[in-house]
């Protein structure tokens, strides 16, 4: 259901028993935000219990959490993410008393579940979603009503459950999996007797204000415009024999994707990279380059995804993050029009240099968050790839750089230099390779990379409120001290060090 923010809306459920009730009240959980209010309401016995004590556990990711009835407390409070108030407003004898219990204080930066909302007159935020049950034969009905970004992402949440239905998956139990960067999310579905798998959520791109040539940034960019690139993407490294999630269901309209689980199994060890892990990886992407890859891929009949290439005007714009959002973090002062043109100047002149290198498909994030260790198995299999949706047909050098120099995890120079030594290895293993010819690539793309992530780290932080990605900030200009060192890159190292950017290595 795609609703207008001031359209209202009904959405209908039928529930054959208790353990549908409680879904419903779990499927309520995600959508909730700080401010949100669900009134709650029906006849004694309708199953408001059920649903209200699913919710608050699903919150909490505790099957087993207590949650008693506020009957007599008329307030239980639960510090999950967001917290959740939980009123009984049986006992109140009008909506005055309402404004006594702190609701407002509750809503600042928490939501509210509601029973008996009668009782409040008209007390309750206009925005409040409104869940009456009542009995349907042996069974219950749900009826929600509302309007505004709540109603909306509840109609997005019960969409999954849909998805999860038509896949015969409707009683698994949803957990929801930390997210990455961007604006997808994920879940972790169970069902008795199944391995787990993944439930991804991925809107949609808005592409954003235009910023050059009436283009938005993710135009120029080529960042994927829907859940379709991934389909694609994973259907040909499926077929190539890279162990990649199974495709289980999906809606791609809505961005909704049912997929394999590939395991849990990190790359890093205790948090720290293990040379021999990165070799093999490295050599697995020696093999990802030794394919004949298509410029267009099939998604689903009649959906075709173009393979887009990573062209110079996309790297020029990923670099150029560095000068919007870094500079003016680090110095306090917009990035000057000279600055600009120099420093455009400097990197059209280092692309110039490798027009000539090998392109292959580039997944553009090839590093440890994204590589699941599967030390049981053997061969390609051992490592699952995930997070490929934005792979384009570019410099083969682009993804060891993304590994050698792994953006989340400190890379000794000694363990970039065998992870770089271990493909270069594994490419002259399968016939002639030009190991210069890659150094050279390498080193640029590794400087293209890590001053676009300097940029992006600003950008999560003062756009998106995410600061915990600063962290990784003195990892990245180390790794750009590296990449510089490479003769041909002289001129944009002097240019990095006159702004700061980066200091004279020792």
Known sequence: MTLSPATHGVIE?????????????????????????????????????????????????????????????????????????????????????????????????????????????????????????????DGRLAIITGGGPVFRRIAHSLAMRDLLRQAGWGAATRRPLSGDASARGYEVVTLAGHAPRLLMDSPPLVLGPPVRDGKAYAEIAHTARNVSAFV???????????????????????????????????????????????????????????????????AAPGVVHEIPPFDRDAMLIEAELLLDWYTPYATGAAASQPMRGEFR?????????????????????????????????????????????????????????????????????????????????????????????LALAYATMAAQRNTKILGIFVRLNERDGKPAYLKHMPRIRDYLSRALSHPALEAMRRFYMAHRIVEEQR
């Open 345 to 437: 100047s400097l990197w059209n002149d280092a692309l110039d240099r490798i027009a000539g290198a090998e392109q292959s498909l580039v997944l553009r994030d090839f590093h440890s968050p994204n590589i699941i260790w599967r030390p049981e198995r053997t061969g390609p299999d051992r490592m699952g790839l995930i997070d490929f949706q934005d792979a384009l047909i570019g410099p083969a050098a682009y993804d060891l750089a993304s590994l050698a120099m792994d953006a989340r995890v400190t890379i000794p120079p000694e363990v970039e230099h065998a992870t770089v030594d271990a493909y270069v290895a594994a490419r002259e293993s399968a016939g002639s390779f030009d190991a210069e010819a």
């Open 232 to 298: 694609a993407i994973d259907r040909l490294l499926a077929e190539a024999g890279f162990a990649v999630p199974d495709i289980c269901a999906r809606d791609l309209d809505r961005g909704f994707l049912l997929i394999g689980h590939l395991g849990d199994g990190h790359f890093l060890e205790d948090g720290r990279p293990v040379a021999e892990r990165y070799a093999a990886a490295a050599a697995l992407l020696a093999d990802l380059h030794r394919h004949d890859w298509p410029r267009r891929a099939e």
């Open 13 to 137: 459920r039928v529930l054959a028993d208790e353990a549908e009730t409680a879904r419903l009240g779990a499927d309520l959980a995600p959508a909730l935000r700080a401010g949100d209010v669900l009134a709650l309401s029906g006849d004694l016995g309708a199953g408001k219990s059920t649903l209200a004590r699913a919710l608050v556990r699903a919150l909490a990711q505790d099957d087993a959490l207590d949650v008693p009835s506020p009957t007599f407390t008329l307030v239980q409070s639960y510090a999950t993410q967001p917290p959740i108030h939980h009123l009984d407003l049986y006992r109140l004898s009008g909506g005055d008393e309402l404004d006594e219990l702190g609701l407002d204080e509750m809503l600042s930066d928490g939501a509210a579940l509601i029973e008996w909302p009668e009782r409040a007159g008209d007390r309750l935020p206009g925005a409040t979603v409104q869940v009456a049950l009542s009995q349907r034969g």
